[in-house]
């Protein structure tokens, strides 16, 4: 039974007609990363998009670019000064309290403490008078 089954399958292959059928090799490739290591960047090997702004060929990524690579002005962000972080160090030490206690007074991280007597933190006004009012102290400029 199998046998004759397997025979009339063959007729049936052999008689139809494959010629509607797409033959053609598939070569499925994968895509090169785009993305920038840490040793093209040292080295500038990478391009820019360039883009098209109306009827004009100008590229603005290497504007931009131009722009960053001839930038003289420094952008450094304020610190707290360093007589200010000793004053509040020496009134803490005065006062006999730990900087987890000056924390939880103030209801702030103890980092910030930490921060602000190492001379790490960005000064905050509201941070700085809380510190005055637990320490009972007024820091001079």
């Known amino acids: 039974m199998w046998y004759i089954l397997k ?3 063959l007729v049936i292959i052999n008689n139809m007609s494959f ?3 797409d033959w053609d090799n598939v070569v499925f490739t994968k895509k090169q990363s785009t993305t920038l290591t840490t040793k093209d960047i040292r080295n500038s090997n990478y391009n820019t998009k360039d883009r098209v702004i109306g009827n004009a060929n100008r590229t ?3 504007q931009k670019l131009h722009k960053i690579h001839n930038e003289t002005e420094s952008f450094e962000v304020k610190k707290i000064s360093l007589s200010l972080s000793l004053q509040i160090q020496q009134a803490r030490l005065q006062n006999r309290i730990t900087q ?3 924390a939880n007074k103030i209801n702030v991280s103890y980092k ?3 921060d602000y007597e190492s001379g790490k933190a ?3 006004n509201n941070i700085k008078m809380k510190i005055q009012k637990a320490l009972g102290v007024i820091f001079k400029r």
């Open 19 to 21: 010629d509607h059928q």
């Open 60 to 62: 603005t990524s290497g």
């Open 122 to 124: 960005i000064p905050d």
């Open 7 to 9: 025979n009339i399958m």
């Open 112 to 114: 910030i403490i930490n």
């Open 100 to 102: 987890k206690d000056l």
